[in-house]
């Protein structure tokens, strides 16, 4: 055993405990303790598993000697699962975001990663008897021999030897061990075969009379290469029992192989027989140019490239992501969404091939662990994915983009309420790669570093391709004399005859609902129920189809009835519109047209989002509805028109982003519509026709919006002027809720360093009730980060009484 190894660790546990706990390394286990390994340690009598953090050659002195540490059980992995940079990125979450360190630890891992201990091995008859060729074959050999079937967990826990996988692996080659410990469990397998030596002639002559299996015989005669069993018997039809026989008649030869799963269900679009690459234009130039500067000249360098939709962004970072490679050096490309990977994952995928993987909780569990597997081995080398992929286990990071950096789905909403955008600015910084931050509307954070120099602005101006900027047409809703009950949506007279004319055209059309269900309420004109979550407090929503109603902030359902529940009146009305019922009035109003639905509910739909688009570029579908979802993103160069129902949904929202979120959204739909050699329209339907944030929107004012909820955050002291913390208590018992926010808010307050920082409230919470507890907030904000930081560290309780949730930088205040 040699003297380099680790005599202590620091393991990050599953536990709200703010550190890492040390535990004494079993001497068997010191040759695989390593920093970003998972391992299995007790707290009390609990078993749990954790990753090691730390490792110290001696007793850390911090540590009083009156303790005694206790020796963890075991490792889970023979190779670390967390890079350095990913432990260092986790303790800045730990301490940023004031989330414990093993909570943090454990939501950067897929939750399934299979450990490397459980897989068993024994002895075979030879092994039984076979004489060790070294020391620790010999130990290997001793051990099963005792024990019989071991894992390699107990293996190596008994024998204590530095490589076990290689001693084990030249057991093997030798026919002394067999087990699925030795096969590395995120490969499958499949069985192939291949004809035997011989001629075809001989090989027909030997098959006997069976019809099918001269015909597997010449299907791999005429492949000249060996096939899987399964491709074999789908080709010729026959049974896997037809491939069998040959076997035993040693015709055909069986053996397996590796399979490789194929990603491509989880990519959108054909590949296209490109011709000549692109011509980049100038502006697209430069901005390639500086970020190949600093990919390779291996320092960290934050940009922020801004250029309206289909100003060739994605080109850019692509290109840059291909000199990242070129520079041997790896790249992540987020994207806010799991409904934009498919379209990127083609288009990475034909420019980068193998190297790529995709991330993502959409994957199946084979193919989550073979890609992820992919990128440790260092095999791929671009990973694509939502925010959980700035998480992959890349080494030599070159290149780190953000696409729509201004997405508020970067946000987790569950601890760890960590921001992708803003961590891949802290990875990228450890890692000295290159973060690129992408944007046709950024977010006010990123233009207030620009002004502050932390983020360099790259432009460009120019629209790609023919397409030029569509149309804005607005709609004025009171001046359709409607009615104007909340969430009720309209096709205006305008709205019509726009999409009469497109269709005429043979266009294509999106529209945008940011609702799904068939209503956001059912409610009973009798007596007034509006059916709601007796949990949270609010209607549940109408989903039409599925016949049942579902509250959209607990999950919880109840079947439809069919008369009031309260009155017995069957007076049961569906108020307002979701994407459901917007599509059941498209459909009166143009019968024949092939419409679809891209929404949150089609992500549970056989293909998913993948398909829908899929349809829908393939021109099978006119129109498609959708939530915020349709707005991002996409490429459809047949859309000639898109049109917001209700521009207004976000804007009477209580939270100071919503004004930036509904101009967000407007740009972003804009830029969906003309992308192709035809300029495209936009409508706007709205009760607010003045609102500076839908004249931007409508003229492609960007600067003029920028200044203007710049003034309304500077005034109001509002992120990115402020750093904001939301702390929110929630109990089933509301006074006892109401008690201890208060009494956090009196704590606060007491604190030296409050008067840097400002506090609002206690107050309800805009989501008062949510499922069965009662929720309260305070806001607290200051333009002193570090002093806002360290007076929250002090006060807020370690362990409070009340369940606490601690949002640092909160996108949304529900
Ligand atoms: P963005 O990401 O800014 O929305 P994309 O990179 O997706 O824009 O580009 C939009 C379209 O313009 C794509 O079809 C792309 O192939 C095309 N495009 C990009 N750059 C050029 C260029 N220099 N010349 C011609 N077409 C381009
Ligand atoms: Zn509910």
Same mark, same amino acid.
């Given at each position: 055993?040699?003297?380099?190894? &680790?005599?202590?660790?620091?393991?990050?546990?599953?536990?709200?405990?703010?550190?890492?706990?040390?535990?004494?390394?079993?001497?068997?286990?010191?040759?695989?303790?390593?920093?970003?390994?998972? &391992?299995?340690?007790?707290?009390?009598?609990?078993?749990?598993?954790?990753?090691?953090?730390?490792?110290?050659?001696?007793?850390?002195?911090?540590?009083?000697?009156?303790?005694?540490?206790?020796?963890?059980?075991?490792?889970?992995?023979?190779?670390?699962?967390?890079?350095?940079?990913?432990? %260092?990125?986790?303790?800045?979450?730990?301490?940023?975001?004031?989330?414990?360190?093993?909570?943090?630890?454990?939501?950067?891992?897929?939750?399934?990663?299979?450990?490397?201990?459980?897989?068993?091995?024994?002895?075979?008859?030879?092994?039984?008897?076979?004489?060790?060729?070294?020391?620790?074959?010999?130990?290997?050999?001793? &051990?099963? !021999?005792?024990?019989?079937?071991?894992?390699?967990?107990?293996?190596?826990?008994?024998?204590?030897?530095?490589?076990?996988?290689?001693?084990?692996?030249?057991?093997?080659?030798?026919?002394?061990?067999?087990?699925?410990? +030795?096969?590395?469990?995120?490969?499958?397998?499949?069985?192939?075969?291949?004809?035997?030596?011989?001629?075809?002639?001989?090989?027909?002559?030997?098959?006997?009379?069976?019809?099918?299996?001269?015909?597997?015989?010449?299907?791999?005669?005429?492949?000249?290469?060996?096939?899987?069993?399964?491709?074999?018997?789908? &080709?010729?039809?026959?049974?896997?029992?037809?491939?069998?026989?040959?076997?035993?008649?040693?015709?055909? !030869?069986?053996?397996?192989?590796?399979?490789? +799963?194929?990603?491509?269900?989880?990519?959108?679009?054909?590949?296209?027989?490109?011709?000549?690459?692109?011509?980049?234009?100038?502006?697209? *130039?430069?901005?390639?140019?500086?970020?190949?500067?600093?990919?390779?000249?291996?320092?960290?360098?934050?940009?922020?490239?801004?250029?309206?939709?289909?100003?060739?962004?994605?080109?850019?970072?692509?290109?840059?992501?291909?000199?990242?490679?070129?520079?041997?050096?790896?790249?992540?490309? $987020?994207?806010?969404?799991?409904? $934009?990977?498919?379209?990127?994952?083609?288009?990475?995928?034909?420019?980068?091939?193998?190297?790529?993987?995709?991330?993502?909780?959409?994957?199946?569990?084979?193919?989550?662990?073979?890609?992820?597997?992919?990128?440790? !081995?260092?095999?791929?080398?671009?990973?694509?994915?939502?925010?959980?992929?700035?998480?992959?286990?890349?080494?030599?990071?070159?290149?780190?983009?953000?696409?729509?950096?201004?997405?508020?789905?970067?946000?987790?909403?569950?601890?760890?309420?960590? *921001?992708?955008?803003?961590?891949?600015?802290?990875?990228?910084?450890?890692?000295?790669?290159?973060?690129?931050?992408?944007?046709?509307?950024?977010?006010?954070?990123? !233009?207030?570093?620009?002004?502050?120099?932390?983020?360099?602005?790259?432009?460009?101006?120019?629209?790609?391709?023919?397409?030029?900027?569509?149309?804005?047409?607005?709609?004025?809703?009171?001046?359709?004399?409607?009615?104007?009950?909340?969430?009720?949506?309209?096709?205006?007279?305008?709205?019509?005859?726009?999409?009469?004319?497109?269709?005429?055209?043979?266009?294509?059309?999106?529209?945008?609902? *940011?609702?799904?269900?068939?209503?956001?309420?059912?409610?009973?004109?009798?007596?007034?129920?509006?059916?709601?979550?007796?949990?949270?407090?609010?209607?549940?929503?109408?989903?039409?189809?599925?016949?049942?109603? +579902?509250?959209?902030?607990?999950?919880?359902?109840?079947?439809?009835?069919?008369?009031?529940?309260?009155?017995?009146?069957?007076?049961?009305?569906?108020?307002?519109?979701?994407?459901?019922?917007?599509?059941?009035?498209?459909?009166?109003?143009?019968?024949?047209?092939?419409?679809?639905?891209?929404?949150?509910?089609?992500?549970?739909?056989?293909?998913?989002?993948?398909?829908?688009?899929?349809?829908?570029?393939?021109?099978?579908?006119?129109?498609?509805?959708?939530?915020?979802?349709?707005?991002?993103?996409?490429?459809?160069?047949?859309?000639?028109?898109?049109?917001?129902?209700?521009?207004?949904?976000?804007?009477?929202?209580?939270?100071?982003?919503?004004? %930036?979120?509904?101009? *967000?959204?407007?740009?972003?739909?804009?830029?969906?519509?003309?992308?192709?050699?035809?300029?495209?329209?936009?409508?706007?339907?709205?009760?607010?026709?003045?609102?500076?944030?839908?004249?931007?929107?409508?003229?492609?004012?960007?600067?003029?919006?920028?200044?203007?909820?710049?003034?309304?955050?500077?005034?109001?002291?509002?992120?990115?002027?402020?750093?904001?913390?939301?702390?929110?208590?929630?109990?089933?018992?509301?006074?006892?809720?109401?008690?201890?926010?208060?009494?956090?808010?009196?704590?606060?307050?007491?604190?030296?360093?409050?008067?840097?920082?400002?506090?609002?409230?206690?107050?309800?919470?805009?989501?008062?009730?949510?499922?069965?507890?009662?929720?309260?907030?305070?806001?607290?904000?200051?333009?002193?980060?570090?002093?806002?930081?360290?007076? +929250?560290?002090?006060?807020?309780?370690?362990?409070?009484?009340?369940?606490?949730?601690?949002?640092?930088?909160?996108?949304? $205040?529900?």
């Amino acid at each position: 055993m040699s003297s380099d190894h &680790a005599a202590f660790v620091d393991i990050a546990l599953p536990v709200p405990l703010p550190n890492a706990l040390t535990y004494q390394v079993p001497i068997a286990w010191a040759p695989l303790a390593k920093p970003g390994a998972r &391992a299995r340690a007790r707290i009390g009598k609990r078993l749990l598993t954790g990753v090691i953090i730390r490792i110290h050659d001696s007793r850390p002195e911090r540590i009083s000697e009156e303790i005694t540490l206790r020796p963890f059980e075991e490792i889970v992995d023979r190779e670390p699962v967390l890079t350095p940079d990913l432990l %260092e990125l986790a303790e800045f979450m730990a301490d940023y975001y004031m989330t414990p360190i093993g909570e943090v630890i454990r939501s950067m891992l897929p939750s399934d990663l299979p450990p490397w201990g459980d897989r068993r091995v024994r002895l075979t008859d030879a092994g039984a008897l076979a004489m060790p060729r070294s020391a620790e074959e010999r130990l290997v050999l001793e &051990a099963l !021999r005792e024990t019989g079937r071991m894992t390699l967990a107990e293996l190596q826990g008994k024998v204590g030897i530095e490589d076990l996988d290689a001693v084990l692996a030249d057991l093997a080659e030798g026919g002394k061990l067999s087990g699925e410990a +030795l096969k590395p469990r995120s490969t499958r397998y499949v069985s192939a075969v291949e004809l035997a030596p011989g001629g075809l002639a001989t090989h027909l002559a030997a098959a006997g009379r069976s019809a099918q299996g001269k015909a597997a015989i010449e299907y791999l005669h005429a492949m000249g290469r060996p096939a899987t069993t399964a491709e074999v018997a789908a &080709a010729i039809g026959c049974t896997p029992a037809v491939l069998r026989r040959l076997v035993s008649l040693g015709i055909l !030869r069986q053996f397996t192989q590796v399979e490789r +799963l194929s990603m491509d269900r989880h990519m959108f679009g054909m590949r296209d027989e490109r011709g000549e690459p692109l011509v980049l234009r100038p502006d697209q *130039n430069q901005a390639l140019d500086a970020l190949v500067r600093v990919i390779q000249r291996k320092e960290f360098s934050p940009f922020l490239l801004q250029g309206m939709t289909g100003s060739g962004k994605t080109e850019v970072y692509l290109r840059a992501a291909q000199a990242a490679l070129d520079a041997g050096r790896a790249v992540v490309l $987020l994207v806010p969404e799991i409904a $934009l990977v498919p379209a990127l994952a083609r288009e990475a995928e034909q420019r980068f091939g193998d190297q790529l993987a995709i991330l993502h909780s959409g994957l199946g569990t084979g193919e989550r662990h073979q890609e992820w597997e992919r990128v440790r !081995r260092g095999e791929a080398r671009v990973v694509l994915g939502p925010r959980s992929a700035l998480f992959a286990p890349v080494t030599d990071l070159g290149l780190i983009v953000v696409d729509e950096e201004q997405d508020s789905a970067y946000k987790q909403e569950v601890d760890p309420r960590y *921001n992708a955008r803003d961590l891949a600015l802290v990875r990228g910084r450890d890692a000295a790669a290159a973060v690129l931050l992408v944007s046709a509307t950024p977010s006010m954070e990123s !233009r207030y570093n620009i002004e502050k120099n932390k983020l360099e602005h790259v432009r460009l101006t120019v629209r790609a391709g023919q397409g030029s900027l569509p149309e804005g047409i607005l709609v004025d809703l009171k001046e359709e004399g409607l009615s104007r009950r909340p969430g009720e949506v309209h096709f205006s007279e305008r709205l019509k005859y726009e999409i009469g004319v497109n269709l005429e055209a043979g266009e294509q059309i999106i529209l945008l609902r *940011n609702r799904r269900g068939y209503s956001p309420i059912l409610l009973c004109r009798a007596c007034g129920e509006d059916h709601r979550c007796p949990d949270c407090g609010l209607p549940r929503t109408f989903h039409r189809r599925e016949r049942k109603l +579902l509250c959209h902030y607990c999950g919880s359902t109840i079947s439809l009835p069919s008369r009031c529940q309260t009155c017995k009146e069957e007076a049961l009305e569906p108020v307002g519109s979701g994407t459901e019922r917007v599509e059941e009035t498209f459909k009166e109003l143009f019968p024949e047209v092939p419409v679809d639905v891209l929404d949150r509910d089609t992500l549970r739909k056989p293909g998913g989002p993948a398909a829908v688009l899929e349809r829908f570029a393939r021109g099978d579908v006119r129109v498609l509805i959708g939530t915020q979802m349709v707005s991002k993103g996409h490429h459809f160069p047949g859309v000639s028109l898109t049109a917001v129902l209700a521009a207004d949904a976000y804007l009477g929202f209580p939270d100071f982003r919503a004004v %930036e979120r509904t101009y *967000n959204l407007l740009t972003q739909l804009a830029g969906r519509a003309g992308r192709g050699d035809r300029p495209g329209r936009v409508v706007i339907q709205t009760y607010h026709p003045d609102h500076y944030a839908i004249q931007a929107a409508l003229h492609q004012d960007d600067e003029g919006f920028a200044q203007e909820e710049m003034r309304f955050r500077r005034v109001f002291h509002y992120p990115p002027y402020t750093r904001m913390v939301q702390l929110l208590m929630r109990d089933k018992d509301r006074e006892k809720a109401w008690g201890a926010i208060r009494e956090l808010a009196a704590d606060l307050a007491a604190h030296p360093l409050s008067r840097q920082v400002r506090i609002t409230g206690p107050a309800p919470a805009p989501l008062e009730r949510l499922r069965n507890e009662w929720r309260f907030q305070l806001l607290v904000r200051s333009a002193a980060g570090k002093d806002l930081h360290r007076m +929250l560290r002090d006060v807020v309780p370690q362990n409070p009484a009340v369940a606490l949730v601690v949002d640092v930088d909160p996108q949304q $205040l529900l």
